[in-house]
């Protein structure tokens, strides 16, 4: 049986890596988490953009000093009404919130949409 990754990276030139986020569960949880996070996005600080209630994309918050714009991270956030700015770096896709904020890890059949959304871009 295949295993459905719980993040995607989304990089400036369109590769999509598969990302495996640590659950947050508890504090040490939440920073190993921040961790890999930073390390992803290549950055210190970074912020979320909801792009929908199933998905959201992680960004460098300083990336329009540091990082190139992404433009398939700029068209995919268009695509759900982000149309104010570019973004830059890479982003990382994920679920989106439970009830309590958690992020999710994206479910297969979140997996394939996104897929088919970003082959349409």
């Known amino acids: 049986m295949s295993r459905t990754p719980s993040a995607f990276l989304l990089t400036g030139d369109g590769q999509l890596v598969e990302i495996d986020l640590p659950t947050a569960h508890t504090e040490e949880d939440r920073e190993?988490?921040?961790?890999?996070?930073?390390?992803?996005?290549?950055?210190?600080?970074?912020?979320?953009?909801?792009?929908?209630?199933?998905?959201?994309?992680?960004?460098?918050?300083?990336?329009?000093?540091?990082?190139?714009?992404?433009?398939?991270?700029?068209?995919?956030?268009?695509?759900?009404?982000?149309?104010?700015?570019?973004?830059?770096g890479p982003v990382l896709l994920t679920?989106?919130?439970?009830?309590?904020g958690n992020t999710m890890p994206l479910l297969r059949d979140q997996v394939t949409a996104l897929l088919h959304t970003l082959a349409d871009l």
Do not use: K, S
């Open 32 to 88: 190993a988490r921040a961790a890999v996070l930073r390390a992803t996005l290549r950055c210190d600080r970074f912020d979320v953009v909801a792009l929908t209630h199933r998905w959201d994309m992680w960004i460098d918050d300083e990336g329009q000093f540091n990082h190139p714009v992404n433009p398939f991270a700029t068209v995919l956030a268009r695509r759900f009404g982000f149309v104010y700015q570019d973004y830059h």
């Open 95 to 100: 679920g989106g919130p439970d009830a309590e």
